[in-house]
Each structure stands twice: as C-alpha cells, then as structure tokens.
T-cell receptor, first 114, second 115 residues
C-alpha cells in the first residue's frame, strides 16, 4: 500500500533555483524521512523529521512537517546539476514498528539544468 | 560507513528458473528488507526480517520467498521466475526499531530481466 503521495511527479528547474517537493500521507506517523535516488542506483537517506518537529535543516535541505495536514515538504536551495535525481518520502508504519518497516511514496523526479 | 552489497547488478534469467538474489550488510543491522521498484509504482516491500530466521510478508510477497540464516545476509528467492518479475530489486537494512535510528541503508540494486 502506498502511504505517501508526492507532488509534483516531475520537476525541471535551472541551476541556482530552489526546488520544492511535497509529500502527503494518510495515517499517524512517528517520523518521516526523505531519500534520494540517482538513476539506476539504490536510495540514499537524506534527512529524518520526527512527528514532534516542524522544521529541520541539513546543508541546503530544509524539511517541514505539518502533522495536522499530514504533509511534508522538501526544499533544496541553490540547486546544482548534481542534485538531479528522484526524491522519495517515506513514513513509518505506525505506533509499533518492530521491523522498522517504511512506506515509500512514488517519488519526484528532479532535473536541474546547467 | 554502512555498506549493503547485492550479488549482481544485472541478471538475465529464463521463465521457470529458480533465482537467488543475495544481500549482505556489514553493520550488524537487525532489520533487512527486499523491495522491488517499477516505473510508476515506486518501491513496494516484498519481505522483511527483523531477526535471524524471522521473516514477515510485505505488500507483494506472492511468487517470492526469503531466507535469513545469518544476521548479515538476506536472500530473496524467486521459486519459478516469470516475466512479470522483471524489475529492479533493492535490498536495505536498518537498526532495530528500539534504537531510535530509523533510516534504511540501501544496496545498489539488481536489475533482473526474465525472458
């Protein structure tokens, strides 16, 4: 089952611009994560935000979480061509999650043109 | 750094063959996962394991089985490969839920083609 839905599905911007991707989910969560995937490769963890946090920063990444709207956004500032990748949000499966199971969205494909 | 390795990057098999995909992690993680990734469908969980010899079905277990005899190794088995199992297969691992560390570490993926 897909918990996270991402918007937009694809985004094309110029180098130096900011890129914003959104994720919505359906059930209560403990935390939400964002991952990046370069073409044909595995996913790489970028950042985690807990349900009691509203905003988190890591370098050029800024993540916000609105639990009342069940939504999150990932902002990449001053984008570079090397940021071209697919970005996925992932939520945990609920209040008890022994296996550490995550539910991934379908991803946003970001293209940054030099 | 955590390293998750998968036995093959590319694999071509014939319909009906038994296929083994191997995954090894070197960071003593309790949890291991197998996903498949298809265009437009995102990542779908096939099976996961939170301990040696423990396994649980994910969202799409049909046609697959798994084995976890050692903590570092998690194998995905296609008992009789079919063309609709052509996909990218991703393995991941993570620490146990109680550790407070929830991020998953992924292998590079195996692109399996069944002809």
């Amino acid at each position: 089952s897909q918990q996270g839905e991402e918007d937009p599905q694809a985004l094309s911007i110029q180098e130096g611009e900011n890129a914003t991707m959104n994720c919505s989910y359906k059930t209560s969560i403990n935390n939400l994560q964002w991952y990046r995937q370069n073409s044909g490769r595995g996913l790489v963890h970028l950042i985690l935000i807990r349900s009691n946090e509203r905003e988190k920063h890591s370098g050029r990444l800024r993540v916000t979480l609105d639990t009342s709207k069940k939504s999150s956004s990932l902002l990449i500032t001053a984008s570079r061509a090397a940021d071209t990748a697919s970005y996925f949000c992932a939520t945990d499966a609920g209040i008890y999650n022994q296996g550490g199971k995550l539910i991934f969205g379908q991803g946003t494909e970001l293209s940054v043109k030099p | 750094d955590v390293k998750v390795t998968q036995s093959s990057r590319y694999l071509v098999k014939r319909t009906g063959e038994k296929v083994f995909l191997e995954c090894v992690q070197d960071m003593d993680h309790e949890n291991m996962f197998w996903y498949r990734q298809d265009p437009g469908l995102g990542l779908r969980l096939i099976y996961f394991s939170y301990d040696v010899k423990m396994k649980e079905k994910g969202d799409i277990p049909e046609g697959y089985s798994v084995s976890r005899e050692k903590k570092e190794r998690f194998s995905l088995i296609l008992e009789s490969a079919s063309t609709n199992q052509t996909s990218m297969y991703l393995c991941a691992s993570s620490l146990w839920w109680g550790s407070g560390r929830y991020e998953q570490y992924f292998g590079p993926g195996t692109r399996l083609t069944v002809t």
